[in-house]
């Protein structure tokens, strides 16, 4: 079994700063890219910000130059730093993850956490 959990949610002003934290655990043999998403109410998930095993991000237009995407070294846990907070970005954040086992060290599958919610208002 694997699991990822997510932490560092919470309700801020505008102009603040969160940052949210994913450590997966379990029956782990490698991990892929790592990845937050988030979806608002009425609205399709969307991709916030993605890592690769080499450090290769990716980041969505609309938190480009805000939010930060970064993984520890053991690469079991990623952090989103998220400033400069606006009502647009009030959501449930979740984390994504492909990982394999130690019993099928070449198939990555798709984990997902159980979400945070971020909410930005006065």
């Known amino acids: 079994q694997v699991q990822l959990v997510e932490s560092g949610g919470g309700l801020v002003q505008p102009g603040g700063s969160l940052t949210l934290t994913c450590t997966a655990s379990g029956s782990i043999f490698s991990i892929n890219a790592m990845d937050w998403y988030r979806q608002a109410p009425g609205k399709q998930r969307e991709l916030v910000a993605e890592?690769?095993?080499?450090?290769?991000?990716n980041y969505a237009h609309s938190v480009k130059g805000r939010f930060t995407i970064s993984r520890d070294n053991a690469k079991t846990t990623v952090y989103l730093q998220m400033n400069s907070l606006g009502p647009e970005d009030t959501a449930v954040y979740y984390c994504n993850a492909l990982i394999s086992s130690p019993f099928q060290r070449n198939v990555y599958k798709n984990y997902w956490g159980q979400g945070t919610q971020v909410t930005v208002s006065s």
């Open positions: 890592v690769a095993t080499g450090g290769i991000t």
